[in-house]
């Protein structure tokens, strides 16, 4: 299924949607990757998205 939260994005819309789920479960990003299947890069890159979307920057 295509990703319609993320232009562009290669990573299908049910992984992209667990990650948050993931990361409010307070699961490091490694364990993320492990999980989703995705790249460590990529979940880091997405917490600290997260993260910014947060803190409001």
Known sequence: MKNKHVIRCRISENKFRA???LFCLDI???K???ITGIS???TS???TQIRQHI???
């Open 32 to 34: 993320v990757a492990r």
């Open 40 to 42: 460590r890069p990529a």
């Open 28 to 30: 490091e990003a490694c």
């Open 19 to 21: 990650i948050p789920r």
């Open 45 to 47: 890159r997405l917490y």
């Open 55 to 57: 803190a409001g920057q």
